[in-house]
């Protein structure tokens, strides 16, 4: 990394710019590679085909093609995140016309910060942490208060869904109604 950065800061950033952007879309591949054995597999194949999983399957398409690519591009400011999103994102068959656009924005970011502050920064953040335990304190209780907000907001959801008041049957903790409504596009 060192005989990196010692590069005029032009030819430095584009270095990093193509390894991050090889990296991360050859594990994008990988994860595509796992989800197309795993479908070959026959017992895997059999889940999958059940109309309640291919309900799931979709409904996660839909949720990683609106939200993955946030969170690719944000995965490039934080350290140790990258491998897993991209991954997932093989694994979930995410689009290419959302994958491809997110990783390079994600590249650049990754390319400019390496190639201006680097791997400085980041030794800073863990020096000042390991002599603050309370800044971990504060960091796993703003952690905590995140997880159980959204598990709270997600069971209220639910409840919602199944007990809509109209009647209305429910499908996979989904009102019918909701469901038409997501696949219309209001």
Same mark, same amino acid.
């Given at each position: 990394?060192?005989?990196?950065?010692?590069?005029?800061?032009?030819?430095?950033?584009?270095?990093?710019?193509?390894?991050?952007?090889?990296?991360?879309?050859?594990?994008?591949?990988?994860?595509?590679?796992?989800?197309?054995?795993?479908?070959?597999?026959?017992?895997?194949?059999?889940?999958?085909?059940?109309?309640?999983?291919?309900?799931?399957?979709?409904?996660?398409?839909?949720? !990683? $093609?609106? =939200?993955?690519?946030? @969170?690719?591009?944000?995965?490039? &400011?934080? *350290?140790?995140?990258?491998? %897993? +999103?991209?991954?997932?994102?093989?694994?979930?068959?995410?689009?290419?016309?959302?994958?491809?656009?997110?990783?390079?924005?994600?590249?650049?970011?990754?390319?400019?910060?390496?190639?201006?502050?680097?791997?400085?920064? !980041? $030794?800073? =953040?863990?020096?000042? @942490?390991?002599?603050?335990?309370? &800044?971990? *304190?504060?960091?796993?209780? %703003? +952690?905590?208060?995140?997880?159980?907000?959204?598990?709270?907001?997600?069971?209220?959801?639910?409840?919602?869904?199944?007990?809509?008041?109209?009647?209305?049957?429910?499908?996979?903790?989904?009102?019918?109604?909701?469901?038409?409504?997501?696949?219309?596009?209001?």
């Amino acid at each position: 990394m060192d005989q990196i950065l010692s590069l005029p800061f032009g030819v430095a950033w584009a270095v990093l710019f193509v390894i991050v952007l090889a990296r991360t879309n050859a594990t994008y591949w990988l994860g595509r590679g796992i989800a197309a054995g795993a479908a070959r597999s026959t017992r895997i194949a059999e889940r999958l085909e059940r109309p309640a999983s291919a309900r799931r399957i979709v409904r996660a398409q839909k949720l !990683l $093609d609106r =939200w993955g690519p946030f @969170a690719i591009v944000l995965t490039f &400011l934080t *350290v140790g995140l990258q491998t %897993a +999103v991209n991954l997932a994102a093989g694994l979930g068959r995410m689009h290419l016309r959302y994958y491809i656009p997110a990783t390079a924005v994600g590249s650049v970011v990754w390319a400019f910060l390496y190639a201006t502050v680097g791997l400085a920064a !980041l $030794d800073l =953040w863990v020096e000042h @942490a390991s002599a603050s335990p309370w &800044l971990w *304190v504060i960091v796993a209780a %703003a +952690v905590l208060v995140a997880v159980v907000r959204v598990g709270l907001l997600r069971r209220g959801r639910r409840r919602a869904a199944t007990h809509d008041g109209g009647g209305a049957a429910s499908v996979d903790g989904v009102a019918r109604g909701g469901a038409d409504q997501e696949r219309s596009g209001t």
